[in-house]
Nanobody
């Protein structure tokens, strides 16, 4: 049973920080590319950050310099450190996984991801 369970969301003021976690189980986590995606009300789901099996990362322009994606393969856990949060970061945040042998690893395009978590809400107030 594949599971991706996000946690760490909440409400924070503009300029604040949050760290999201995604606990993975039911698949060979270290062999998968991982990503964080978000969806705000009335908006399409967008890629935020990705990390492939060798640790190479990619970020959406909107979060570069503010967010950091990382993974702890020993703990089967994905993280997203979010600093200098802005109201426009308000969204439901999802972690997602794709097999590391896929040519789409590292992509920030939602349909390229195979497994998805249930999401955790992040709300940033001004």
């Amino acid at each position: 049973q594949v599971q991706l369970v996000e946690s760490g969301g909440g409400s924070v003021q503009s300029g604040g920080s949050l760290r999201l976690s995604c606990a993975a189980s039911g698949f060979s986590y270290s062999s998968y590319c991982m990503g964080w995606f978000r969806q705000a009300p009335g908006k399409e789901r967008e890629g935020v950050a990705s990390i492939v099996t060798d640790g190479v990362t990619k970020y959406a322009d909107s979060v570069k310099g503010r967010f950091t994606i990382s993974r702890d393969n020993a703990k089967n856990t994905l993280y997203l450190q979010m600093n200098s949060l802005k109201p426009e970061d308000t969204a439901m945040y999802y972690c997602a996984a794709q097999y590391g042998g896929s040519r789409v690893c590292g992509s920030l395009y939602s349909p390229h991801m195979r497994y998805w978590g249930q999401g955790t809400q992040v709300t940033v107030s001004s």
